[in-house]
């Protein structure tokens, strides 16, 4: 038997992500993050912000014969989804390095016909869209973003509460007086799908016509907007605030859309400072995954797998010995250990704030049920890339098995014969209105896409 001090060598002890970076190089990083994320609420504002970025960084809208080794090239799906890459020195055949992050978010969607007047007060009817725990949007004030496709072929772009000097919206919940009824209910009952209506307008047009009309008169005079026009329209209702920095010693960031743009923003400054790397780097900034990635802008529509083959078509690759030679990181965000509610939690193979980037080999639900599961081997690789990379990262499961659980897009990836793992930042109360990260993990899934954009 060994001497009890060479046993202590097998026990693994996780390196906290503080303690593999400069305290000035995370605050930097973050600082510039969260300027990206309170400008990106929408994945139509996501992509804007990202092909601005793009674009100082030197990439140019993809068009065949522009595959020399360092090109950077960007395609834009439908304005709410972006394609990204970077073409690399060796043949596409070897292999594409891809990064594959959503930028869409929990929100409440405005119905198509959402504009009514009861009691004196106008509202928008709400459709929530993502899975979100519907008590949390009451009592908050909501900006408005969004476009509206007019009559005459304009589209006109929306946004509402952002600016200090800006109404906002706001969704009511009941009194804890005469609420006796209500906080006898489960809380998914609480406040039901039709009880999110959107506080618009109190005053009356005149004597004669309500609060409605009063409303629908201001949108047109500032947007050109009639009730029709509602029907051809996408307005979503989204928490107003700007991101914080969290606790008495700055570590945390709490913001809204945190998942997914917090391992997307990472993925897109480090794919936008590769230089020419030794593999075709890409990154894909996905709509949709809160619904399935369904769309199509999402990742079960044709447009991923039409770029990487336009890229392959474009070289005379071979597609296929592309694809399977390709590695994938799912970049999403992991659930963290959360010690107030430690009964939800398998302790022993959660992830948690402060200890890098998580590693989840699946996801899925219950029976691993809509999961891809990664290999032994990929799951090898990935940790020695990061290893090398000087990454701090832990593995974690989303809750003890029985609690539910979640889905990424991996399993759209694994569909094209592509090795795929998932990747992300641990987060604290995932889908609300305000989701909590550690700042020097968001930096470790920046150095984590730099050590993978990398890797021979």
Known sequence: MM???????????????????DEAEIEAFCAAYRSF????????DAVKAAVALAEQA????????????GAK????????????????????EEGFRIMASHIDSPRLDLKPMPLYESGGLGYFKTHYYGGIKKYQWTALPLALHGVVCLRDGRTVDVCVGEDGDDPVLYVTDLMPHIAKDQVAKKGSEVVGGETLNLVCGSLPFDEEDGVKLRVLAILHEKYGISERDFATAELCAVPAQKSRVVGFDGSMLAGYGQDDKVCAYPSLRALAEVGTPAHTCVVFLA???????EGVTGL??????DFLRDLCADAGANER???????CLSADVGGAFDPSFADAYEAGNSCYLGDGVV????TGSRGKGGCSDASAEVMARVGRMLDDGNVAWQTGEYGKVDQGGAGTVAVEIAKLGIDVVDVGVPVLSMHSPVELTAKADVFAMYRASQAFFREA
């Open 359 to 362: 590693v989840s080999k699946y």
């Open 3 to 21: 001497e009890k001090e060479q046993a202590k060598q097998l026990l693994h002890t996780p390196t906290k992500s503080h303690n593999v970076a």
């Open 300 to 305: 079960r529509s044709a447009a991923f797998a």
């Open 287 to 293: 709509d949709k995954e809160e619904i399935g990635s």
């Open 321 to 327: 010995e592309a694809f399977r030679n390709s590695l």
């Open 73 to 92: 090239v960007y395609r834009v799906n439908r304005e709410k989804s972006l394609l990204l890459a970077v073409v690399g020195q060796k043949p596409l």
């Open 58 to 69: 030197g990439f140019r809208p993809y068009r065949p014969g522009q595959l020399e080794p």
């Open 37 to 44: 994320l309170d400008g990106a609420k929408t994945e139509r």
